[in-house]
C-alpha cells in the first residue's frame, strides 16, 4: 500500500463548479501537506501548503487537512477551464523536509 | 527572479548509455531535490543535496547519483541507462532551511531511453 492515496480520476466538471480533491495517507508523523498544480509538459507548481491540521484559503482555492483522519482536501470555487490540469498532493515530515511524498495525482479537465 | 531552470528539456539516449541532467536553484535557495516522474510510478523522491552533501536519498539504485556545487547548482547522473530510467526528471529547490518543506519546481527534463 502507498503512503500516499489519491484518486487519479479523471474528473470533469461543468465550469463554475465546486471542485474539490482529496489525498488519504498512512504515515501519521507527516506534517506539511501541500497541493501541487501540473500542466501538461510543465513542472508541479506550488498552490497551498499547510503545516499541521485546518483550513486554509488563497482566493478560490482552499486547503484543508484533518489529521485524525489523515485525509486532507482541496476545494476550487467557481472552477474555470484554465484550471484543468493534474492536481498532485504531497506530504513531508519535518525532519526529512527535502523528500516529498507525493500522491499519484488527479487529472481535472474543466468543461466551459 | 528567475524559477528554477533545467537543462537540457529533452534528451534521447540509448541502453547502456550514461546521461547528466542539470539545474540551477532559484536564486538564494541552497537546498535541491530532484524527483522521477512516471505514468505508473508518480512523482518519486531522488535525493536532496544541501550545502554540497547528500541529506536524503530515495529508494533508487546506485546508478543514479548526483552532486551539488559551491554557487548550489546541482547534476545528476543515471549510469547506464535502462528502458525503464526513461521519465521526466524534476530539480525542486527551497528558499530556506525554516521552509525546507516548501519546494518549488522547475520544468524537468524529458529522458527517453531507446
Known amino acids: 500500500q502507498k503512503e500516499v492515496e489519491q484518486d487519479p480520476g479523471p474528473l470533469s466538471v461543468p465550469e463554475g463548479a465546486i471542485v474539490s480533491l482529496n489525498c488519504t495517507y498512512s504515515?501519521?508523523?507527516?506534517?506539511?501537506f501541500m497541493w501541487y498544480r501540473q500542466y501538461s509538459r510543465k513542472g508541479p507548481e506550488l498552490l497551498m501548503y499547510?503545516?499541521?491540521?485546518g483550513n486554509k484559503e488563497d482566493g478560490r482555492f482552499t486547503a484543508q487537512v484533518d489529521k485524525s483522519s489523515k485525509y486532507i482536501s482541496l476545494f476550487i470555487r467557481d472552477s474555470q477551464p484554465s484550471d484543468s490540469a493534474t492536481y498532485l498532493c504531497a506530504m513531508s515530515v519535518y525532519n526529512q523536509g527535502g523528500k516529498l511524498i507525493f500522491g499519484q495525482g488527479t487529472e481535472l479537465s474543466v468543461k466551459p | 527572479k528567475a524559477g528554477v531552470t533545467q537543462t537540457p528539456r529533452y534528451l534521447i539516449k540509448t541502453r547502456g548509455q550514461q546521461v547528466t541532467l542539470s539545474c540551477s536553484p532559484i536564486s538564494g535557495h541552497r537546498s535541491v531535490s530532484w524527483y522521477q516522474q512516471t505514468p505508473g510510478q508518480g512523482l518519486q523522491f531522488l535525493f536532496e543535496y544541501f550545502s554540497e552533501t547528500q541529506r536524503n536519498k530515495g529508494n533508487f539504485p546506485g546508478r543514479f547519483s548526483g552532486r551539488q556545487f559551491s554557487n548550489s547548482r546541482s547534476e545528476m547522473n543515471v549510469s547506464t541507462l535502462e528502458l525503464g530510467d526513461s521519465a521526466l526528471y524534476l530539480c525542486?529547490?527551497?528558499?530556506?532551511?525554516?521552509?525546507?518543506?516548501?519546494?518549488?519546481f522547475g520544468a524537468g527534463t524529458r529522458l527517453s531511453v531507446l
Open positions: 525542486a529547490s527551497t528558499p530556506s532551511e525554516a521552509a525546507k518543506n516548501i519546494q518549488y
Open positions: 499547510t503545516y499541521s491540521s
Open positions: 504515515n501519521s508523523a507527516f506534517q506539511y
